[in-house]
């Protein structure tokens, strides 16, 4: 059982917003790197973004550079992921995965290193 849990996804129209949340149900939550990945039907999962123990450093995809945004609040334990003018292309469904790195100012949007998963939600942008 992962205490990663996201929530947030929907059907949006191309062009629309829509922001995603990771939630943490565990403890420590502070100490964990987090990445979001995507996976769409035929293709293979890809990380999306991710923010790291401290917050300071977020890495993104080239695909959704300036136009998602990741972001951490731990006192809530949520990590959430603002995604702006979607594409019919960022289909797919959505996994926040957590990893406690040594490094505070680390994380990769590579999929290995991240051991927690959550179960995913669907995002479909169609007009």
């Known amino acids: 059982q992962s205490p990663f849990v996201e929530s947030g996804g929907s059907l949006v129209q191309p062009g629309g917003s829509l922001t995603l949340s990771c939630t943490f149900s565990?403890?420590?939550?502070?100490?964990?790197?987090v990445g979001w990945f995507r996976q769409a039907p035929g293709k293979e999962r890809e990380g999306v973004a991710c923010i790291s123990e401290s917050g300071k450093v977020a890495n993104y995809a080239e695909a959704v550079k300036g136009r998602f945004l990741i972001s951490r609040n731990n006192a809530q334990k949520t990590v959430y992921l603002l995604m702006d003018s979607l594409k019919p292309e960022d289909t797919a469904i959505y996994y926040c995965?957590?990893?406690?790195?040594?490094?505070?100012?680390?994380?990769?949007?590579?999929?290995?290193?991240?051991?927690?998963w959550g179960q995913g939600t669907q995002v479909t942008v169609s007009s």
């Open positions: 565990g403890l420590r939550m502070q100490y964990h790197a």
């Open positions: 995965a957590g990893e406690v790195f040594a490094g505070e100012d680390y994380c990769p949007t590579t999929a290995d290193p991240y051991r927690n």
